[in-house]
């Protein structure tokens, strides 16, 4: 069965250091990979996604993300983190035209 | 560019009533997916629609049903409330690639509907 696992479930990082956010997926075919933000009380919104081509993909705000078929993952980078990137993130696969989200990893940036 | 939008943003019902949420998609979008997102947990997908027939469902009861329309707005609707119901609940729209449907292109989401069963 198609599934996503985000190994952290909380994360806390200093403004200006450098993030990674964990992503594992299983799927037999080639996935479809997204990157969701959330803010409190919001709904998702879209930092990236990977459909095929360049396994590193650039999004919005400064995030990247590096497709790795031979492990099966799908990290979510920054290289420096602002205080305004404190939310909830979301991998997620799409087989089939639905989504299948991980449980999230939620982001805490402190001073 | 209008994006997606929900009403109504939060919700209070009880046990046993019917609640149903709406959806406006995003402008040249025909796909609408809804997704129930329980506290602490990732969204869970429950149905989506295309050219206003189901197109894939998750695993949720029939009790949980929905509609789309002409202009490919979308409704939700819950029969007999339970407590486990209250979520957000988070409607995505999309513009599939090809003819065959399914959605494949990205889904956008709303800002989502806040229910909460007492």
């Known amino acids: 069965a198609q599934s996503v696992t985000q190994p952290d479930i909380h994360i806390t990082v200093s403004e200006g250091a450098s993030l990674e956010l964990r992503c594992n997926y299983s799927?037999?075919?080639?996935?479809?990979l997204f990157w969701y933000v959330q803010s409190p009380g919001q709904g998702l919104q879209l930092l990236l996604k990977y459909f095929s081509g360049d396994t590193l993909v650039q999004g919005i705000k400064g995030f990247e993300a590096e497709f790795k078929r031979s492990q099966s993952s799908f990290n979510l980078r920054k290289p420096s983190v602002h205080w305004s990137d404190a939310a909830e993130y979301f991998c997620a696969v799409a087989p089939g035209g639905k989504l299948i989200f991980g449980q999230g990893t939620e982001l805490s940036v402190k001073p | 560019e209008t994006g997606v939008t929900q009403s109504p943003t939060h919700l209070i019902k009880t046990r046993g009533q019917q609640v149903t949420l709406r959806c406006s998609s995003q402008s040249g979008h025909n796909t609408v997916s809804w997704y129930q997102q329980a506290l602490g947990q990732g969204p869970q997908f429950i149905f989506q629609?295309?050219?206003?027939?189901?197109?894939g469902r998750g695993n949720f009861p029939p009790r949980f049903s929905g509609l789309q329309f002409p202009n490919y707005s979308s409704e939700l609707n819950v029969n007999a409330l339970e407590l486990d119901d209250s979520a957000l609940y988070l409607c995505?729209?999309?513009?599939?690639?090809?003819?065959?449907?399914?959605?494949?292109?990205?889904?956008?989401f709303g800002p989502g509907t806040r229910l909460t069963v007492l």
């Open positions: 799927y037999g075919a080639t996935p479809y």
């Open positions: 629609y295309y050219r206003e027939e189901e197109n």
């Open positions: 995505a729209s999309s513009s599939p690639l090809g003819t065959s449907g399914g959605g494949q292109d990205t889904q956008y």
